[in-house]
């Protein structure tokens, strides 16, 4: 819709700043084509994600992370690509806010989703278990009010502070039941080990259904 607005309607006051330009800077980028070209990007984007929303009712997991990394790229690399038809005083300055603000934005959107995938991993030690990755800790096996074989993942009613990927749940989620739980989940693998601590609930899993139930067993036989 904005898009449309901007490119059909000609209302180049809706592009940020633009209101706010000297007349005669307003002319220039008009003339060189930067708030239709502005409208063009805004529709051009809209499609593109209109053409990507039936992956979401497939079964193909990464849907969300196509369309989101789509929208991103881009937008983001289509004003620095606008940053040509910028006044030329102006221009140089436009395409560097641009990069950066493309490397500043992406950046850390790539570097945590790449560690999120990374997933997680467990040791059990001597005095305790350890798990690492993201919201990891240990617990010592001291601590473990109850530990029980779970057949299937309770209910997840929402995610709180935490990572919810198509094939993993890692952080903290309401659970079903249980109120607020640490996760480290793989989804669609069982069983699951649920871990009660003092003022701790965690329900971890693997993969591995061999590797849970060996989890299981050495964490009853330290308690």
Known sequence: ?????VRCKKAY??????????????KILIENGYPQKTGSLLIGTALGMLLL???SFTNFKFAMEVQFGFMMVVLLGGFIYLSRFEVPAKRKRSYWIGTILAVVTLGPIIYLTVFSYQGYGTTLKEDRIEISGMYGDEWAYEDIQDVQLLNQMPEVTWKQNGIGLPSLAQGHFKVKGYGSSLLFIQK???PVLYIELEGDQIFINSKDRGETLKWYEEIQGKN
């Open 188 to 190: 669609g693998y069982s």
């Open 1 to 5: 819709m904005l898009g449309w607005a």
């Open 13 to 26: 006051w809706l592009i940020s700043g633009f209101s706010f330009r000297p007349e005669e800077e307003k």
């Open 53 to 55: 929303l039936p992956l």
